[in-house]
DNA sequence: TATGAATGAGTCTTCATTCAT
DNA sequence: AATGAATGAAGACTCATTCAT
């Protein structure tokens, strides 16, 4: 059986492949796993149902190579860490700056996040996944951060909770789950509670 | 059609009813929304196929009335807020301990809670209902810190922060997702961000 | 089986059972034989389903009950002969009249007809119930008629072609099937097709 | 969702969506098309029921092609208009033959003429489909009159009320409802009512 | 008599996956 | 390498009928 997934190797296949996944993936993002079927995601990508077996194991495979393609440039785009040396001053405007980025990027792909984030509690490949694009970003960012003086004590452990935070934060906003909510104030707490979280790893 | 859906009015049959209800809710916890049948609901109940059909419209409508039965204790049930008045010494004591039994109630059910997680993401019923806890939460605790002389200002977003933080914290906890972190002192960046952020709120 | 079927005694149970009869085939002719179900049946007679199949071998023998007790009205409801002896001058005047009547009967409800007549045509026992029905108006109009000094040759045959040219005629009206059509014109045409056929019949 | 119903290109695979609908057709012919399920007709065809559902959309879709096939030669077969030129003196001679054939047509096929017009009664789309029936074999008819001089003058009204006695005539005669009746008389009477309702307008 | 709870076989329909070409 | 036809098990839901009380 594993034996007669084919790995592309002309130029026409690869972008058959590539296709495959592309519209799995949308359409995944768009309606929701259990919501599509392997025939709608070959007829998008403009290909034969038998073609798509014979670059995948199972649906499931489908899924796991989109997320590996394209899940970062969705789940992960605010990590574009600035490139000039960072200015203690500056520390709140930049947090600012990461949630409205994050923000308007999820705006564009409510159901795509939202679609995704239920296969991450239900699958464990997906899970799996997450957790380590999770510590990827704690990772990049600790970087940038120990580059600018920020003491290494549990600076991984501070930078999780600081985006943990800010993506609740997200989340809330842009679900707008509690109409009652004062988000411009809650974005202020946010940013005053990372803040505070570290005020002990900044140098003088 | 619709009206069809009996609500039952003998004994026997409300006991079956809720029979009905705990096996499919317990059946979706463990194994999830999409990989259960009524077939199987129906036997681990003990009752017929038919009769699952005649108390409620749909799968769905089982999963919605598990969760109003039994969603509160599986996932708020924290929320025993303490009697005795409110001392600001013992401020990270009660949050510790609030963390410590969060943890204790959600590892007894992890799968249930990684299952019902995934049907927010993807059914806006489940999610609604959420929605409505976690407010819920948020003004019982509102109500209680008020009553120990805690000031009104942003308080609903400073505990739906703080709430969020604590979720979050947890569900690292539990699912372990990233081994390298050192949760002791996580437990304890959190409890003192939670501190940092009512800080102003406590009336001296 | 068929000994527990029982026949009503008591006043009360005999209304029950009319009550059954009459919600079953006023649900029937609305919706149709198969669109509707013995819950529906009881739940508007105001009876437990129980009950039902104590009166009742099965569905169809509501159906049965229900039909000989209102077809009549419901269907042969023209069949009111002028009890003022027949002028062979007011022949096309009296069977405008029974047309216009006709008309005006199955106007009132037109789905029950319709559902009605789907099973002439695939219930034996429903169609064996019009041929008897078709035979015995056949008979009174020729008793009728024969009072009024109609020859008797062929005079079934005259009556029940006669009949069905009516009955044509009334559900082409009816159900406006071809709107090309004048409506005036054909009514005409049928009365003065009648009067031809009876033509050799009628004696000086 | 609608876009799965697939037309097929193959020869195979258009012989086999041809078998569906004639063994379903057959089938809803020979037992009605409540009492038979898809799972029959697709075993009836040869093939596995999901094929079924790729070439139609429901159940009811094979109905409507068979309908639509196998429909015309099942209830329209008389129309086959004599091609010589019509003469006056013959037509009670040719209103005879097509009643036999008529007859002979409908006798090798009972239940499926009584299964259909079980579905004209209930089912509007059968209705639709007949009514469109008639009315084109109004059409061809008056075409042809025509052709032999017969006057416009409400030519259509009186054609369909003769196809309409001739039609009851047959019925009568095939499923012998009423064994008093003299059927040799009938198609007399018949014939002669036709002859009297197409008198004026035979030019002279 | 009467209730309404309970049964379970039966129905249509879907879809991941395989197969013949 | 590719097609798209074909499979068939599985799933949600219905309903005439029976049963326990």
Redesign the interface.
């Known amino acids: 059986m594993d034996s007669t997934i084919r790995e592309p190797k002309q130029k026409r296949a690869i972008e058959k492949k590539e296709k495959i996944i592309r519209a799995g993936f949308d359409l995944i993002c768009e309606n ?1 796993y ?1 919501n599509i079927n392997t ?2 995601i070959a ?1 998008r990508a403009g290909v034969s149902t038998g073609i798509v077996y014979q670059y995948f194991k199972d649906k499931h495979a489908i899924l796991m190579e989109g997320l590996n393609r394209y899940g970062d440039t969705l789940f992960y785009p605010m990590i574009k860490v600035p490139e000039d040396p960072f200015d203690k001053k500056h520390f709140p405007r930049i947090i600012k700056s990461m949630i409205q980025e994050y923000i308007q990027n999820h705006k564009v792909s409510k159901t795509a996040h ?2 995704i ?6 699958d464990p490949e997906v ?1 799996a996944y997450f ?1 380590k694009r ?2 990827e970003t ?1 990772a990049i960012v600790k970087e940038y951060l120990m580059k600018n003086q920020f003491s290494d004590l ?1 600076l ?3 930078i ?2 600081s985006l ?2 800010i ?3 997200c989340h ?1 906003i842009i679900y707008h ?2 109409d ?3 988000y411009d ?2 974005i202020e ?2 940013i ?2 990372i803040e ?2 570290f005020q002990g790893s900044i140098k003088k």
């Open positions: 929701g259990y025939a709608e007829k939202e679609e984030m239920a296969m991450v509690h239900s899970a957790y999770e510590w704690t549990y991984s452990e501070k999780h909770i943990g935070l993506d609740n934060l809330e789950k509690h009652e909510m004062d104030r809650m707490i946010v005053c509670a505070k979280i």
